[in-house]
């Protein structure tokens, strides 16, 4: 089956460094989309990014299809961006009713002051 | 605001007890999804829906039964809780097809089997 790689498994920065976290991928993915969960547990969306480069706020994520791998960067780190970093993809084809994410086992970050 | 909730968010049940796990989103989604968490493995499905009325299994649905009696409620039911079930359980839901994955998560409920 689809596997998901995310790389480092942990990465401990000073505050206003940026941070470079990756995603491999076994198959062709068309859709990937980057989650944080909290060191509470909740899960959030950050960005969806299938191809291609894509921005919001301090994260900017690039995407290259043909070689199976995402990168999200985080500029600026900052002690809230602490937690953990999850990579997820739908492979194969988007179904019309159910479209199947599979996720990597995270990247966790920790940020000092 | 639209919301994915879970309830109860700690559980301890003991071996062979029956569990239910409930999740209400105020999204109006179709689909709704049970994952579990446990370390080193990232989220794993476990069982999803189309819509009221719908189950399917996921990639580990053994040990494990859903319940979708409405649009807003998914249910994950344990018939005879074992240890190897203890984990953190998430409930989310998504927008059905258009190419869309996105996915929208409760706040995960933790549950220890002794």
């Known amino acids: 089956g689809q596997q998901v790689q995310q790389s480092p498994a942990s990465l401990v920065l000073q505050e206003g460094e940026n941070a470079e976290l990756q995603c491999n991928f076994s198959?062709?993915?068309?859709?990937l989309q980057w989650f944080y969960q909290s060191p509470g547990g909740s899960l959030v969306s950050l960005l969806s990014?299938?191809?291609g480069t894509k921005h919001t706020g301090r994260l900017t994520s690039t995407t290259v299809t043909k070689e199976r791998r995402s990168s999200l960067h985080i500029s600026s780190s900052q002690t809230t961006d602490s937690g953990t970093y999850l990579c997820?993809?739908?492979?194969?084809?988007?179904?019309?009713?159910?479209?199947?994410?599979?996720f990597g086992a995270g990247t966790r970050l920790a940020v000092c002051p | 605001e639209a919301a994915v909730t879970q309830s109860p968010r700690n559980k301890v049940a003991v071996t062979g007890g029956k569990v239910t796990l409930s999740c209400n989103q105020t999204?109006?989604?179709?689909?709704m999804y049970w994952y579990r968490q446990d370390t080193g493995h990232g989220l794993r499905l476990i069982h999803y829906?189309?819509?009221?009325?719908?189950?399917e299994k996921g990639d580990i649905p053994d040990g494990y039964k859903a319940s979708r009696p409405s649009q807003e409620n998914f249910s994950l039911i344990l018939e005879l809780a074992t240890p190897s079930q203890t984990s953190v359980y998430f409930c989310?839901?998504?927008?059905?097809?258009?190419?869309?994955?996105?996915?929208?998560f409760g706040p995960g409920t933790r549950l220890t089997v002794l």
């Open positions: 989310a839901s998504g927008v059905k097809g258009g190419g869309y994955a996105e996915q929208f």
């Open positions: 198959s062709t993915a068309t859709q």
């Open positions: 990014n299938p191809s």
């Open positions: 997820a993809i739908v492979g194969g084809m988007l179904s019309g009713s159910f479209n199947k994410l599979t």
């Open positions: 999204n109006n989604h179709n689909n």
């Open positions: 829906s189309y819509g009221a009325g719908s189950t």
